[in-house]
């Protein structure tokens, strides 16, 4: 039984990962669904998605932790349920 209470924290723990990714891809697609559709900036000949003002590549290069944190945390969620395979 003493692996029993190191198995489930690991669970635990990959369930709190797993809803941490859910959580960040939900913002990322929230963001993305109310960005401002195609404008043409008519100075410089060049179409880009606006958000707030701000261009496309600015608003990801600034939300680059929102796009990298869910695939960590399913990096991390999927070791620790190989882990879990493994003790099993």
Known sequence: MKGFG?????????LILMLISVIMMAYVMYA???????ELDTQLNVTTVKQDGVEAHEFFASHKVWMI????CNLIGIALMGLLFVMS
Do not use: Q
Not at 6 to 14: E, G, K, N, P, R
Not at 32 to 38: E, I, T
């Open 69 to 72: 944190g869910p695939t960590v």
């Open 6 to 14: 190191f198995a489930s924290i690991l669970f635990v723990s990959v």
């Open 32 to 38: 993305c669904a109310n960005a401002k559709p195609f």
